[in-house]
């Protein structure tokens, strides 16, 4: 276009420069000093022109891009004149460039223009926080950050809506830092928006400025576990135990330790409140965790019942908290290896790995029939694999071929791991029955793992050598 294209196109594409993100102007600046080798004519035109000063916008862009340092840098001399956001975008690039002499043109540049308008300081925010990992990033960030923290709000109110969450993370942080943010905004923030970051940090500069524990009220019961942690966390340091009694059943782990903390410093028991939840009709899954975090092997009892919650993650949470009560009753444990939900049936194979000597072998052979969802293979799977190592490498060899995807994938990375970290210390070779089966499931596995790690696998499992068919 800025060889071939009319002079209205030409304009168009210029704007179209101007508003693209940072993330495509560093893939177009790296991709232009590629093509520049395929047009040496165009490029001493180029040169050419630029001594002449006689280059339009669209031009001088390029220009800023070309692998000729010389020519980059006559390009930054002539963009350094130009306003529009194209030309700012080239000299942000620069500033970062690998010639001293290129560097430091775009940087003077540059210093004027961060001082001008709201909309260059956004542009160069979002381009300074893009190259901060370069080599020579850290000036343009230092630069901007300098600025954001001596503008009045007024100023800081474009770059908090700015479509860069790192450049309104920055500008969060220069607003909270100067107190420049009531508190109902700080709340609405902190409630409301999408990014975590500025949602804890605008908690945190909340509960700093709120004058009584009523103000954080909507905090604690924000759907952020983070922003829930911060305002809990200033309420219950006046002594308001019915807040810390209301988030005992907080799904997120950070916010019940806190509500636990708070009851022990009034000199009460957490796991009371939490066996009087657990009597209740289908308690809240935090309810079961927060017994399991509290309480004593004696609440076992308690907690067995809700093996059978009607929510999947009232079971996930019920077995965990077996785990952590030092009671993993396997009798009742193994029906969930078959259960709906996935995320059950890898905290039961979590509880279990520890009890595999008291496990059927066959049960959990029949875990990976092929009619049954994939999370209950898996779930086979895992377990078969973490006992004997030559059960380990039966599974590995049977599953190698598994039409499905995940299975077949850790079968293979799981036998070659074997192989290259563990197959040496082990000392203890394979039974009779399981040599045989050794056999046939390696020599079956040798079109797919091909003939050097058949020589080590035969190796490793006491049989012969033998040549390939």
Same mark, same amino acid.
């Given at each position: 276009?800025?060889?071939?294209?009319?002079?209205?196109?030409?304009?168009?594409?210029?704007?179209?420069?101007?508003?693209?993100?940072?993330?495509?102007?560093?893939?177009?600046?790296?991709?232009?000093?590629?093509?520049?080798?395929?047009?040496?004519?165009?490029?001493?035109?180029?040169?050419?022109?630029?001594?002449?000063?006689?280059?339009?916008?669209?031009?001088?862009?390029?220009?800023?891009?070309?692998?000729?340092?010389?020519?980059?840098?006559?390009?930054?001399?002539?963009?350094?004149?130009?306003?529009?956001?194209?030309?700012? +975008?080239? #000299?942000?690039?620069?500033? @970062?460039?690998?010639? *001293?002499? $290129? /560097?430091?043109? %775009?940087?003077? =540049? !540059?210093?004027?223009?961060?001082?001008?308008?709201?909309?260059?300081?956004?542009?160069?925010?979002?381009?300074?926080?893009?190259?901060?990992?370069?080599?020579?990033?850290?000036?343009?960030?230092?630069?901007?950050?300098?600025?954001?923290?001596?503008?009045?709000?007024?100023?800081?109110?474009?770059?908090?809506?700015?479509?860069?969450?790192?450049?309104?993370?920055?500008?969060?942080?220069?607003?909270?830092?100067?107190?420049?943010?009531?508190?109902?905004?700080?709340?609405?923030?902190?409630?409301?928006?999408?990014?975590?970051?500025?949602?804890?940090?605008?908690?945190?500069?909340?509960?700093?400025?709120?004058?009584?524990? +009523?103000? #954080?009220?909507?905090?604690? @019961?924000?759907?952020? *576990?983070? $922003? /829930?942690?911060? %305002?809990?966390? =200033? !309420?219950?340091?006046?002594?308001?135990?019915?807040?810390?009694?209301?988030?005992?059943?907080?799904?997120?782990?950070?916010?019940?330790?806190?509500?636990?903390?708070?009851?022990?410093?009034?000199?009460?028991?957490?796991?009371?409140?939490?066996?009087?939840?657990?009597?209740?009709?289908?308690?809240?899954?935090?309810?079961?965790?927060?017994?399991?975090?509290?309480?004593?092997?004696?609440?076992?009892?308690?907690?067995?019942?809700?093996?059978?919650?009607?929510?999947?993650?009232?079971?996930?949470?019920?077995?965990?908290?077996?785990?952590?009560?030092?009671?993993?009753?396997?009798?009742?444990?193994?029906?969930?290896?078959?259960?709906?939900?996935?995320?059950?049936?890898?905290?039961?194979?979590?509880?279990? /790995?520890?009890?595999?000597?008291?496990?059927?072998?066959?049960?959990?052979?029949?875990?990976?029939?092929?009619?049954?969802?994939?999370?209950?293979?898996?779930?086979?799977?895992?377990?078969?694999?973490?006992?004997?190592?030559?059960?380990?490498?039966?599974?590995?060899?049977?599953?190698?071929?598994?039409?499905?995807?995940?299975?077949?994938?850790?079968?293979?990375?799981?036998?070659?791991?074997?192989?290259?970290?563990?197959?040496?210390?082990?000392?203890?070779?394979?039974?009779?029955?399981?040599?045989?089966?050794?056999?046939?499931?390696?020599?079956?596995?040798?079109?797919?793992?091909?003939?050097?790690?058949?020589?080590?696998?035969?190796?490793?499992?006491?049989?012969?050598?033998?040549?390939?068919?």
């Amino acid at each position: 276009m800025a060889r071939d294209g009319e002079p209205g196109m030409r304009a168009a594409t210029v704007d179209a420069l101007g508003s693209a993100e940072t993330r495509w102007w560093l893939a177009v600046d790296g991709a232009l000093r590629k093509q520049w080798w395929s047009a040496p004519r165009w490029s001493r035109i180029l040169a050419a022109n630029l001594a002449d000063g006689e280059l339009e916008l669209l031009h001088l862009v390029i220009a800023g891009c070309h692998p000729d340092g010389r020519i980059r840098e006559a390009a930054v001399v002539h963009l350094a004149d130009q306003a529009h956001p194209a030309a700012l +975008a080239v #000299l942000a690039l620069r500033t @970062v460039d690998w010639v *001293a002499e $290129v /560097r430091q043109r %775009a940087r003077s =540049a !540059v210093q004027g223009s961060l001082s001008s308008s709201q909309g260059s300081l956004a542009q160069l925010a979002e381009m300074a926080f893009a190259l901060r990992g370069r080599g020579e990033g850290a000036w343009l960030v230092e630069r901007v950050e300098g600025v954001l923290w001596d503008l009045p709000l007024d100023g800081l109110e474009p770059l908090l809506i700015a479509r860069d969450r790192r450049t309104r993370r920055a500008a969060y942080r220069a607003a909270t830092a100067g107190g420049l943010l009531s508190l109902r905004r700080l709340t609405t923030v902190a409630m409301k928006d999408d990014d975590l970051p500025i949602r804890a940090l605008c908690a945190r500069a909340a509960v700093e400025s709120a004058t009584s524990p +009523a103000q #954080l009220r909507g905090l604690v @019961v924000s759907p952020t *576990a983070l $922003v /829930r942690a911060e %305002a809990l966390q =200033a !309420v219950t340091a006046v002594g308001d135990l019915e807040a810390a009694e209301a988030a005992l059943p907080d799904r997120h782990p950070l916010v019940r330790a806190i509500a636990q903390a708070a009851l022990r410093r009034s000199g009460a028991d957490p796991a009371e409140s939490y066996r009087l939840l657990a009597v209740g009709e289908s308690p809240v899954p935090g309810a079961i965790a927060g017994l399991g975090e509290t309480g004593e092997a004696e609440d076992a009892g308690l907690v067995r019942r809700w093996l059978a919650h009607p929510r999947s993650r009232g079971r996930v949470e019920a077995v965990r908290a077996l785990r952590r009560l030092s009671v993993t009753p396997s009798a009742e444990l193994v029906p969930l290896l078959r259960d709906e939900s996935g995320a059950v049936t890898r905290q039961v194979v979590v509880a279990l /790995r520890h009890d595999l000597g008291i496990l059927d072998l066959g049960m959990l052979q029949a875990l990976l029939g092929p009619g049954n969802p994939p999370h209950v293979r898996f779930a086979g799977y895992r377990l078969l694999t973490a006992g004997n190592a030559w059960q380990r490498l039966i599974t590995n060899l049977r599953l190698i071929a598994d039409p499905d995807d995940r299975l077949r994938g850790s079968a293979r990375a799981d036998l070659t791991g074997w192989l290259d970290r563990q197959a040496a210390t082990t000392y203890h070779g394979p039974s009779r029955e399981r040599t045989a089966e050794l056999d046939k499931l390696i020599e079956r596995a040798r079109p797919i793992l091909g003939e050097h790690k058949v020589r080590l696998l035969r190796f490793h499992a006491g049989l012969p050598p033998q040549a390939a068919l």
